[in-house]
Nanobody, 127 residues
């Protein structure tokens, strides 16, 4: 079983940048598609984006496309979320998750495909 730990959250001004990390331990990180999700207060959890196991496929939600960048370093068992030009609407708890199946990627996947989750990290964007 894989364990996921997010870090890098905090308070940032609108227009600024922040980089989140998701570090995995346990099963082979390099064989699994990973995803970033977020949940704002009073709202349902939503996709931010996904990256396939070798990074060949990356998909972003329209709300973050062009501002956020997902990457991964399989040697470090870590996935990243570079957040640029942040907006107050980006305020949320950001969580990473691992796909349930190895070497599997789906564009616009169902959330249920991701079965292992980190505890989340809070990002607050001030206006």
């Amino acid at each position: 079983q894989v364990q996921l730990v997010e870090s890098g959250g905090g308070l940032v001004q609108a227009g600024g940048s922040l980089r989140l990390s998701c570090t995995a331990s346990g099963r082979a990180f390099s064989e699994y598609t990973m995803g970033w999700f977020r949940q704002a207060p009073g709202k349902e959890r939503e996709f931010v984006g996904i990256i396939s196991w070798l990074g060949g496929t990356i998909w972003y939600a329209d709300s973050v496309k062009g501002r956020f960048t997902i990457s991964r370093d399989n040697d470090l068992n870590t996935m990243y979320l570079q957040m640029d030009s942040v907006e107050p609407e980006d305020t949320a708890v950001y969580s990473c998750a691992s796909h349930s199946l190895p070497r599997t990627v789906t564009i616009e996947p169902e959330e249920a495909e991701f079965t292992t989750w980190g505890q989340g990290t809070q990002v607050t964007v001030s206006s």
